[in-house]
């Protein structure tokens, strides 16, 4: 992986020789909220976090961000730790958010206390229309002045379970006439009478996002909060939250860097979600959903989302990636791991009709060309093999160099069938072929030249096309899922993603006999087409499912 200092490691890298943090450790965290599973946003944010704070020899937490009792769920905290083990990354300590409610209640007391803080009985709508717009500062509330002592017991009572959802909140007393909005008085408590997963009834008053994130980060002495650019404007009230609860020397700074988009691709936990509820997709790991999970079971490599993450690099500006980046990150990863297997997508049977009627020999192939201690395997060959429907044309069109029959051209010359090299056997010459009523090619015949078998070091004559086969006796069906993108481009409404109604198509493979001895997730290059891997979850020598991982092609430069 390469190497890169970018605006956040030249941050650190000034913080260090600065000695801000002491002799303390750059701590970084990755604090996902447990309300779905992670996305490869996310794992942008898991590899940025991770590998910073490796980069300079430093720890990184895993925080749940449990704030919100609602939305979440245990359910979701194994996937993720599974996605964060499954990118390579190893946390220092597993922390909850809601660990720190009791320190966060005191922080809010602490701030009524100072005067910095008070409770307020304005209704949404007034608080709305109270707190301005962009270019009108907002008004005072009537329950700014209250006194200490009134609003310590007001918020003592919220806490003690006295007042319904919605009735009062805490609010830090900042600037109604603030130029950034997010310093008008904001919410720093509010009353929801909801169990939590973790602390249970004990609490019916929940911090707000922007009061616990600056105190958990203080808490765990992480040195750089890094996060994503929606909350530039908030970083005011992340200082002022450090500063003013402030019993901790070396306040942490939060970073912000633009999030991860990539074409074709929806990045909301939400909007994942429902793909899920509604059916489009077969849950959170179907392997068309950018989940960590869906790519894992895809087939993609946690290298290659790594590589990916590091090529993209981390910007103060947002833009969206083109999802052939992430495909050729992937292909390029795979290409030198993963041997080949000898795949016909659409089968078209080929009759050899000088090789003798129930012989059959074998063959050696290469199992990966560019890696010759992958070693090689044995493939069957006799008078009966299947090939590709598109490596046969009845006239060839121009440089189309593989099987084609005997025929005359416009002007009368006579063109000889096409002789084409059969990869790991033998030259062979295309000398006819049949056709059903419907003008469908059902037979393509052919000779071969037991001179030119392969590895006997024959050099009389070269061929242009190479192509490949499987032999039609020991051949096995297997299904194969082909996948487009599981987003497209809403045709009615220009710059809207929609779900695409075909982003699965399923067919039966023609494959060479040693494929059954895939175990479930074992990936391949279907020779000529593509990276595939065994269904880790379909997959079984009985009904043998491959997930398409990424096509050969590239159109990324
Ligand atoms: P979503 O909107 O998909 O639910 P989120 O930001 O609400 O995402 P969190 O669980 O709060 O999800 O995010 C955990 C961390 O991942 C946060 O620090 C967040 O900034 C980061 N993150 C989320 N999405 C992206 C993205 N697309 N690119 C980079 N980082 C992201
Ligand atoms: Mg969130």
């Not at 990276?531 to 590239?554: C, D, M, Q, W």
Request: charged share 30%.
């Amino acid at each position: 992986m390469a190497e890169s200092v970018n605006f956040i490691h030249q941050i650190i890298e000034k913080d260090i020789e600065d000695k801000k943090y002491g002799d303390n450790p750059i701590i970084t965290r990755f604090p996902p909220e447990p309300n779905g599973y992670l996305h490869i946003g996310h794992a942008k944010s898991i590899c940025l976090n991770f590998s910073t704070a490796m980069k300079y020899g430093g720890l990184c937490n895993l925080r749940y961000d449990d704030t919100n009792p609602v939305k979440e769920d245990v359910e979701y905290i194994d996937s993720i730790e599974e996605d964060v083990r499954w990118l390579g990354f190893k946390w220092n300590e597993r922390l909850w958010a809601s660990d720190y409610f009791d320190t966060m209640y005191e922080a809010a007391l602490e701030l009524i206390r100072k005067g910095k803080a008070y409770v307020c009985q304005l209704t949404p709508e007034e608080m709305k229309e109270y707190r301005g717009t962009l270019t009108e500062p907002g008004k005072e509330s009537p329950y700014r002045n209250r006194s200490v002592e009134e609003n310590m017991k007001l918020f003592r009572e919220m806490k003690d379970g006295k007042y319904a959802d919605g009735e009062m909140v805490l609010r830090a007393k900042i600037d109604m006439a603030s130029p950034n909005i997010n310093m008008r008085d904001p919410i720093i408590y509010r009353i929801a009478h909801a169990t939590h997963h973790n602390t249970g009834d004990k609490w019916c008053i929940y911090p707000m996002y922007d009061f616990a994130h600056p105190i958990e980060d203080a808490i765990e002495g992480i040195t750089h909060s890094i996060c994503t650019l929606e909350f530039e404007d908030h970083r005011p009230l992340y200082d002022w939250v450090v500063r003013e609860v402030g019993f901790w020397p070396n306040p942490p700074q939060q970073i912000e860097f633009a999030r991860l988009n990539i074409t074709n691709t929806v990045m909301s936990k939400r909007y994942l979600k429902k793909l899920v509820e509604d059916g489009v997709v077969d849950g959170w790991d179907d392997p068309r959903m950018p989940t960590i999970a869906g790519i894992r079971r895809r087939g993609y490599t946690p290298e290659a989302v790594r590589n990916f993450c590091e090529e993209i690099g981390v910007s103060k500006a947002n833009s969206t990636v083109d999802i052939a980046q992430l495909e050729h990150c992937v292909r390029d990863d795979l290409k030198e791991k993963v041997p080949s297997r000898n795949v016909i997508f659409d089968p078209i049977k080929v009759i050899i009709t000088n090789y003798p009627e129930g012989q059959y020999e074998e063959c050696e192939i290469e199992n990966n060309p560019a890696v010759p201690e992958m070693g090689s395997r044995k493939v069957t060959f006799s008078r009966e093999i299947w090939v590709d429907r598109a490596d046969f044309m009845e006239i060839p069109e121009k440089k189309y160099f593989r099987l084609y029959p005997p025929y005359t051209k416009e002007d009368g010359t006579a063109v000889d069938g096409n002789e084409v090299r059969l990869k790991g056997a033998y030259f062979v010459r295309c000398t006819g072929y049949d056709k059903d009523e419907n003008g469908n090619v059902t037979t393509v015949y052919a000779t071969y030249d037991p001179e030119t078998r392969s590895g006997s070091g024959f050099e009389g004559r070269k061929v242009k096309g190479t192509i490949h086969f499987v032999d039609a006796g020991s051949a096995v069906p297997i299904t194969v899922r082909l996948f487009d993108y599981l987003m497209i481009d809403d045709p009615d409404e220009p710059g809207r993603l929609m779900a695409n109604p075909e982003s699965m198509h399923v067919i039966t493979c023609m494959a060479e006999a040693s494929i059954l001895d895939a175990e479930p997730g074992d990936r391949f290059q279907f020779f000529r087409h593509g990276y595939f891997n065994a269904e880790p979850k379909l997959y079984t020598r009985e009904t043998p499912v491959f997930n398409e991982i990424v096509g050969l092609k590239s159109s990324w430069k």
